[in-house]
């Protein structure tokens, strides 16, 4: 079985820090995703990655950066933390490309305070 | 720009109740997914429609592709309590990305 985890199940966070989530995945999967997800606004890709060092920005990139420096990791930074950054952040990765069954991690539930 | 809405949002039923929960779009789509979300885990996969008009079956989940493959159906009979969770549906974006629906939350309740 495909396992993803994330570092981090609940994590609190003031306003201006810096916060990495990190991710990792078990089944060398080419291809890694970060998402956000809010109360009616279902899951909105943040960046993703089809390769080591590669990387390509989703639809809400503004405030994030990411890494990805071995095939079974992704990190999703956080440069100055804001409030309106808390959310639910989902990680997945998939096999075969964006439209290929994606597995995700459990989620990081952060706080900004 | 593509958009999949969810209807409805909210769900909340008795166990043993029928439901449907439904996922349209204006633009066309080549396949759709259906994911769930139990609390506190990331969402799982269940199920790819590909061809307009595809009825496929999960025991009692039926989900249903639109001839036109602009929207798509999920239809739960006699819901148990595991039924309990965020449905998802998403389908791939112009840009080759995957786009999710905002989702509806099912409760049923023994």
């Known amino acids: 079985d495909v396992k993803v985890t994330q570092s981090s199940r609940y994590l609190v966070k003031r306003t201006g820090e810096k916060v990495f989530l990190e991710c990792v995945q078990d089944?060398?999967?080419?291809?890694m995703f970060w998402y956000r997800q809010d109360p009616g606004l279902g899951l909105r890709l943040i960046y993703f990655?089809?390769?080591?060092?590669?990387?390509e920005k989703g639809d809400i990139p503004e405030g994030y950066s990411v890494s990805r420096e071995k095939k079974e990791r992704f990190s999703l930074i956080l440069e100055s933390a804001s409030t309106n950054q808390t959310s639910m952040y989902l990680c997945?990765?998939?096999?075969?490309?964006?439209?290929?069954?994606?597995?995700f991690g459990p989620g990081t539930r952060l706080t900004v305070l | 720009t593509q958009l999949l809405e969810q209807s409805p949002q909210f769900l909340s039923i008795q166990e043993g109740e029928n439901l449907t929960v439904y996922c349209n779009s204006s633009?066309?789509?080549?396949?759709l997914q259906w994911y769930r979300q139990e609390p506190g885990e990331g969402p799982v996969l269940l199920v790819t429609?590909?061809?307009?008009?595809e009825v496929k079956k999960l025991k009692r989940l039926t989900f249903q592709f639109g001839d036109a493959r602009k929207d798509s159906s999920l239809h739960i009979t006699a819901a148990q309590p595991g039924d309990t969770g965020l449905y998802l549906c998403?389908?791939?974006?112009?840009?080759?990305?995957?786009?999710f629906g905002q989702g509806t939350t099912l409760q049923v309740k023994p």
């Open positions: 997945a990765s998939s096999l075969q490309g964006a439209l290929d069954t994606q597995y």
């Open positions: 089944m060398d999967h080419e291809n």
């Open positions: 990655s089809y390769d080591v060092k590669m990387k």
């Open positions: 633009s066309v789509f080549s396949s």
């Open positions: 429609v590909v061809t307009g008009g």
């Open positions: 998403a389908g791939p974006s112009n840009t080759g990305k995957l786009i």
